[in-house]
C-alpha cells in the first residue's frame, strides 16, 4: 500500500466480491479499476470526494433497513448516484454504496482515515448541524414520514445531526428563525411545500437585516446577503422552488444536495407599498389569473394538490381581465434576454459573471465588503418604461418557476441568479388564445410567441390602478375591505408584513388603502359558477399567499439567499 500522509493520496489493491481492483485515492477523486486479465478497457470508476456521503467500517446497510456486519477487512463507501433521467429536467440523486474488501486490517483502517481526511480537507463546506422544520399538513400530509424515513438515515450516515421542529401553526418556522438563539445551525431545512420555504425566506432575510441593522422596509436599500443556507426537502402541493432550483421533486435528491453542501445563489423579490416591504418573492408575483387561482384555491383547501387544477378551471371559465398600470426599469439586454432560448444551468455563466456586477466592493479574500460603501444602492436609477392596458394575467418571476406541472416553467430562459426577473404581461385576448397560452406552459412550444404576450427582463416593476377610473363600487369595496379585516384578524397567516414588527400599524394603513383603491367604473364579467358579483380588480399572488395589497412595488435583489443546491444539472451528460 502506498500511502502520501501531507497531501491524501492512497493506493492499493482492494476486492468488490471477488473481483480485484486497483483503487486510488487522490485529494479529488476516488477511483477504483478492475485488473483482472477480462477487463481489457481498463475501466474506471471514479467518485469526486465531494460526492461522498461517508465511509464505515465493516459491510454496512441502510437500506431497506440499518444492518451492520463489523468485519476486520471491509468498509464501505457511500456516495452519491445519478439516475438517467428523473424526467425532461433534472437527474434523481439516489445513494450508492459499494463494499471493499481489503488486504489486511491495518490497510482498511489507513483507507478509512484518508478517505475521512480528505472529506475535510476538500469538501469543507458540509453542514455539521442542521434546524429543520417539518409541516405536518403540506401537500399530501406525508412531511413527517418522508423525513424520516428518507431524510434522516441520511443525515445520520453522514454525520449530520439534526433539531426537528413538527410545526403546529403557520408562521412558527418564521418567528423560530427571527428570534431563537441560532448558534451552531449551519442550515435550515423545512420539509414542505413553497409555502414552507417562503416561511424559512422570511426568517432568514428578516433576522440578517435585523443583525446588520438594515431597514427592510426601504425600498432603495442595499440588503445584506444572508450566510445562513436554506434546505428544502419537497414535500408540499407545487414544490416550485424545489423543481427550479434542483430539476425534480424528489426528497433523496434534496438530501444528498444538503449533505453534500452544495451552495446556489438566488435572487429574490421585495415587494413593498408606499411605506412597507410587504413580502419577499422567489418564484412568482402574480396578478390576474394566477391571482385569482390562488384565491379560488384556497376555498377548497381540502382538495390537497388537485385545487389548483380545479380553481384554474373555474378561473379560465370566468374569463376575467383587468386594466392596470405597469412600469418597470429594464435590465441590461446586452447580458441576456428572456427570449434567448438558453437555459440557467448548474455552474451557469450568466449567474456567475452577474456576482462582481451585483457585489463590486466584496473582498473574495477576505469574504468582507469594503467600508464606506453605500447603505443605498443606485439599482433602481435608469429610464422607467410604462405599460397601460388590460392583462389576462401580469406575472414577475426572478426564476424559471418550473414545476412538475410546467417543466420548463413561467420563464424558460429566466436565471436563478443574476439579478433580473421577467415580466411577462398577457393582455387581455380570447379564452382560446389564453388556453393556446397556459398550454404552452406545458409543451415545447414558446409561450411567448403569441401577439398578445410580452415579456421583458427587469430590475424593479411598479404597479397601479389607471388612473381616471375611480369611482364608487359597492361590491368590490365589501370584497377587499374584508380581506383586510381577515389580515387584521390574523395578521401571520395572510400576510407576513410584520417581519419589522409593526404588522398592526401597518395593516390598519392598509385597510384605508384597499378601500380607496377599490373603487372603479368598469364592472367585471360574472361567471354565476364561481363568482357571483362583478369584479374589476384582481388579488396579487405572491409564492402562494395572497397581498392584500393591490398598488404594488418590486424590487429584485440578486442573490440574496442561498440555497443547498447546485441548479439543474444538464441530463444530456448523464
Ligand atoms: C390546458 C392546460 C393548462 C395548464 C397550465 C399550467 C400552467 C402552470 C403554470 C405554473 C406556474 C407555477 C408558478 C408557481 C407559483 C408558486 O409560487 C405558488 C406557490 O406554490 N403556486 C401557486 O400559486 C399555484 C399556481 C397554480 C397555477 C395552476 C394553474 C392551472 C391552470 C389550469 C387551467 C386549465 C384550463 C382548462 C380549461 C378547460
Ligand atoms: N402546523 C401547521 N398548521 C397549519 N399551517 C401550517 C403549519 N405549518 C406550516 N403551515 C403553513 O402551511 C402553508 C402551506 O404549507 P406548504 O407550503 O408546506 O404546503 P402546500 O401549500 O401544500 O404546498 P405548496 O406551497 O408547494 O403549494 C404554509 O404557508 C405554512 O405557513
Ligand atoms: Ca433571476
Known sequence: METDMDSVRVESSLWIGNKRYRAFLSGWYFSWTEIDKGNREKKTISVPVSEVIGVKEGRVEIQPQKKVEDTDLDFTLFHVNRNSRGNAQGLTWSLGRTQFCCPSRAVRDQWITQHRTALKTHSPSRPHRLLVF???????????????????????????????????????????????????????????????????????????????????????????????????????????????????????????????????????????????????????????????????????????????????????????????????????????????????????????????????????????????????????????????????????????????????????????????????????????????????????????DLPFVEVHRVKAVRFSLPPGEEEDFEEEEEKIQSSAERVLEDPGKLCSNNIAGHSQQHLTGQKEKATSTSRLKRPGFVCGPCCTKPRSVSVWNCDGEILPQTEISCRIHGQLVRLFARGIEDSTRA
Not at 151 to 158: G, M, Y
Request: aromatic residues 8%.
Open 134 to 448: 417539518i409541516n405536518p399538513f403540506g401537500g399530501k400530509k406525508r412531511g413527517k414520514q418522508i423525513f424520516h424515513s428518507l431524510v434522516s438515515p441520511l443525515f445520520e450516515l453522514a454525520g449530520i445531526s439534526s433539531h426537528v421542529v413538527v410545526t403546529e401553526r403557520a408562521n412558527q418556522a418564521r418567528d423560530y428563525i427571527l428570534k431563537k438563539d441560532l448558534t451552531g445551525f449551519d442550515g435550515v431545512i423545512c420539509v414542505g411545500g413553497d409555502g414552507m420555504f417562503s416561511e424559512l425566506l422570511h426568517g432568514v432575510i428578516g433576522r440578517t437585516q435585523q443583525e446588520a441593522g438594515v431597514s427592510e422596509n426601504d425600498l432603495t436599500a442595499m440588503l445584506q446577503p444572508c450566510d445562513l443556507h436554506i434546505g428544502v426537502i419537497p414535500a408540499g402541493s407545487t414544490d416550485c422552488v424545489c423543481f427550479t432550483t434542483v430539476g425534480i421533486n424528489d426528497p433523496v435528491t434534496s438530501a444528498l444536495h444538503i449533505i453534500i453542501g452544495d451552495s446556489q445563489p438566488l435572487d429574490v423579490c421585495s415587494v413593498h407599498d408606499q411605506s412597507t416591504v410587504v413580502r419577499y418573492s422567489v418564484s412568482l408575483v402574480g396578478y390576474g389569473f394566477y391571482g385569482d387561482v390562488l384565491e379560488e384555491s384556497e376555498r377548497h383547501r381540502w382538495m390537497g394538490p388537485l385545487r389548483y387544477d380545479y380553481a384554474g378551471c373555474m378561473v379560465y371559465m370566468c374569463n376575467r381581465s383587468y386594466s392596470g398600470l405597469v412600469q418597470y426599469l429594464p435590465s441590461d439586454s446586452q447580458i441576456s434576454s428572456p427570449r434567448d432560448n438558453t437555459r440557467c444551468l448548474s455552474g451557469c455563466r450568466v449567474c456567475s459573471e452577474s456576482k462582481e456586477r451585483l457585489f463590486p466592493h466584496f473582498d473574495s479574500s477576505t469574504s468582507l465588503y469594503s467600508s464606506n460603501v453605500s447603505q443605498y444602492s443606485t439599482e433602481l436609477e435608469g429610464e422607467w418604461v410604462t405599460v397601460e392596458g388590460t392583462f389576462k394575467c401580469i406575472s414577475l418571476t426572478c426564476v424559471s418557476s418550473s414545476c412538475p406541472r410546467s417543466p420548463k416553467g413561467l420563464s424558460p430562459s429566466a436565471h436563478l441568479a443574476d439579478g433580473t426577473a421577467d415580466l411577462i404581461l398577457v393582455r387581455d385576448t380570447n379564452p382560446l388564445s389564453f388556453l393556446t397560452y397556459l398550454h404552452r406552459h406545458t409543451n415545447k412550444q414558446d409561450q411567448f
